[in-house]
């Protein structure tokens, strides 16, 4: 599969919380590039807006909800 940001034309923003969620693990922690797929560009610019969306705290740094 191709880049998510680049198949869908769109490039990812700390507001669009759905998306950003997608790319972190149950751990709330940020999938890695060989896993999500998202392209160089893309994945630089994803990992500045989680951060981003952390500080804002629209996303928690690290979760334990759904652990067993
Ligand atoms: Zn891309």
Same mark, same amino acid.
């Given at each position: ?15 669009? =919380? ?11 922690? =940020? ?35 759904? =652990?067993?």
């Amino acid at each position: 599969m191709r880049c998510f940001f680049c198949q869908y034309n769109s490039a990812p923003s700390f507001k669009d =919380i759905e998306n950003l969620g997608k790319f972190l693990t149950a751990r709330k922690k =940020i999938v890695g590039r060989e896993r999500s797929n998202v392209c160089a560009k893309h994945q630089r610019k994803l990992t500045k807006e989680l951060k981003y969306a952390r500080f804002l705290g629209l996303l928690p740094y690290v979760s334990y909800q759904g =652990i067993k």
